[in-house]
Nanobody, 120 residues
Framework: QVQLVESGGGLVQPGGSARLSCTIS????????MGWYRQAPGKQSEMVAT???????IYAESVKGRFTISRDNAKNMISLQMSSLRSEDTAVYYC??????????????WGQGTQVTVSS
């Protein structure tokens, strides 16, 4: 069983900062991908930032230069540092991971989601 536990988020003023963290636990061989998605009310889910193994992070155009994703392989944890937040960043943010099991099987898992609201 693989579990993702998210923390952080909440109410932030425009122009402010917030930090999200996600810890992955369970039994698996390795983690391939770790990242963050978000879904705003009435909109489709979108990838915010993702890291594939040790490659350079990939960011959505809308967050480039404002958000930074970091990965701690020793702790199976990722963080998303968000700055210069805008009202359009308001969404439920979901941690996402792809893990591999013995025998080369892999599966995708999601966190429960954490609300980020940018408002004055």
């Amino acid at each position: 069983q693989v579990q993702l536990v998210e923390s952080g988020g909440g109410l932030v003023q425009p122009g402010g900062s917030a930090r999200l963290s996600c810890t992955i636990s369970g039994t698996f061989s390795s983690i391939t991908t770790m990242g963050w998605y978000r879904q705003a009310p009435g909109k489709q889910s979108e990838m915010v930032a993702t890291i594939v193994r040790s490659s350079s992070p990939i960011y959505a155009e809308s967050v480039k230069g404002r958000f930074t994703i970091s990965r701690d392989n020793a702790k199976n944890m990722i963080s998303l540092q968000m700055s210069s937040l805008r009202s359009e960043d308001t969404a439920v943010y979901y941690c996402n991971t792809t893990v591999q099991f013995a025998g080369s099987n892999s599966n995708i898992y999601w966190g429960q989601g954490t609300q980020v609201t940018v408002s004055s």
